[in-house]
């Protein structure tokens, strides 16, 4: 399970998806698009239908990930652990996995029962900068929590929406068919 906002999704989230998927023992990785993150209740983010359907372009005909829109049809903000309840009684013969970025797990306690999460998951975490946040004692050694040493990218959503707005041709970093459609549909203008 690989949660968020992807505003917009971009070629590290999907390189980092496929390594997860060919490179350890998960089967199929889920992009699970949130539409409000709990930590980000004021942030100005893309209608949840326009940033399914970049989603969409950018998995399309690869096997090995999926899109789920669970977290539409649940109570706002989102949170991880509900989520999850969800999918499980859904799902019942699947076991999740989780995928954090190495900034996400400093921030980790904050998350509304984080403690459920770790009791209940095994969590990956690969490489991301975090801005000198410290990572808690406990997580780097937690039997529930692996350290993938996956390829590290320099590019975040945040950075592509300021660039967008600016102008500037990012279709190095977005899937083509997501560029396409953020061209004709003039997001992030």
């Known amino acids: 399970m690989f949660f968020g906002t992807f505003d917009p999704i971009h070629k590290g989230h999907l390189q980092l998806a496929n390594y997860f998927a ?3 023992d998960v089967d199929k990785v889920w992009f699970v698009l949130t539409p409000q993150n709990p930590f980000k209740k004021d942030a100005n983010i893309l209608p949840d ?5 970049l989603i969409n372009r950018a998995v399309k005909g690869n096997p090995n990930l999926e899109v789920c829109t669970l977290e539409f049809s649940l109570p706002k903000p989102n949170y991880t652990y509900t989520t999850l309840c969800e999918l499980k009684k859904q799902h019942p013969n699947q076991t999740f996995v989780l995928l954090l970025g190495e900034d996400i797990i400093s921030t980790f306690k904050n998350w509304k029962d ?4 770790l009791a209940e998951y ?9 801005n000198n946040r ?3 004692t406990g997580f780097l050694n937690h039997p529930k ?12 959503s945040s950075q592509l929406r300021a660039e967008l707005k600016k102008g500037t041709d990012m279709s190095a970093y ?7 459609y953020i061209k004709q549909k003039k ?3």
């Open 49 to 53: 239908q326009l940033r399914l359907e």
């Open 174 to 180: 977005i899937p083509e068919e997501s560029w396409e």
């Open 145 to 156: 929590i692996h350290w993938v040493r996956a390829e590290q990218y320099e590019i975040s």
């Open 22 to 24: 060919k490179e350890t």
């Open 122 to 130: 095994r969590l990956y975490v690969y490489p991301r900068k975090h």
């Open 114 to 117: 984080y403690d459920k999460i």
């Open 187 to 189: 997001l992030y203008e």
């Open 134 to 136: 410290t990572i808690p």
